[in-house]
């Protein structure tokens, strides 16, 4: 699988969704970060529709992802109706 993901990406994730580059313990940015992650392994998926260990990633990142919005739905309501605006995702 290619490299995707590099430090300024990240960096620049975490300072649209968490705050500042440094707060990467943010729910906001851990949950922006792994719907970039999927995307990625969507488009590799598409290309490449027999590569299982990536498939397996992506439906474990996708797992996480479920739980890191359910659990910020409990806790900010508003920000989690926000966030799933800003990314384009439906829950």
Do not use: W
Not at 2 to 23: C, H, R, W
Not at 51 to 68: E, I, P, Q, W
């Amino acid at each position: 699988m290619p490299v995707y993901l590099t430090q300024e990406k990240m960096d620049e994730i975490f300072t649209e969704y968490g705050g500042s580059a440094q707060n990467t313990g943010s729910t906001e940015g851990q949950i922006a970060l792994f719907t970039y992650r999927i995307k990625s392994l969507s488009d590799h998926l598409r290309q490449h529709p027999k590569d299982h260990s990536s498939r397996k990633a992506l439906l474990s990142l996708v797992g996480s992802r479920g739980k890191m919005l359910n659990y910020l739905k409990r806790k900010d309501l508003e920000g989690y109706r926000s966030l799933i605006g800003k990314l384009g995702i439906r829950k």
